[in-house]
Nanobody
Framework: QVQLMESGGGLVQPGGSLRLSCAAS????????MGWYRQAPGKQRELVAH???????NYAVSVKGRFTISRDNAKNSVFLQMNSLKPEDTAVYYC?????????????WGQGTQVTVSS
């Protein structure tokens, strides 16, 4: 089992910045990839930014150039720096991890942190 704890959400004005953090605990040695998804009201959950198993990064087209994902492997943490925020970035942001276990690949999710971009 892996537990994921997000922090850093909040209310910010358009054009502002926020930094999200996610700390993993538990069976962290089984994690092979981590990243961020988001879900806006009435919409499906979508990928925002993610590390692959090889360490490559993948970004949603809508956030490229504005958001940056980073990590601290020693602390089993992943971060999302969000700049030039827009109202359409408003959503619940979820930390996501993929684990490799005896039963195969497993997805783990955090509880989510609300990001609201509004004037």
């Amino acid at each position: 089992q892996v537990q994921l704890m997000e922090s850093g959400g909040g209310l910010v004005q358009p054009g502002g910045s926020l930094r999200l953090s996610c700390a993993a605990s538990g069976s962290t040695s089984s994690i092979i990839a981590m990243g961020w998804y988001r879900q806006a009201p009435g919409k499906q959950r979508e990928l925002v930014a993610h590390f692959s198993n090889s360490g490559d990064t993948n970004y949603a087209v809508s956030v490229k150039g504005r958001f940056t994902i980073s990590r601290d492997n020693a602390k089993n943490s992943v971060f999302l720096q969000m700049n030039s925020l827009k109202p359409e970035d408003t959503a619940v942001y979820y930390c996501h991890a993929i684990r490799l276990s005896l039963s195969g690949l497993t997805d783990d999710w955090g509880q989510g942190t609300q990001v609201t971009v509004s004037s």
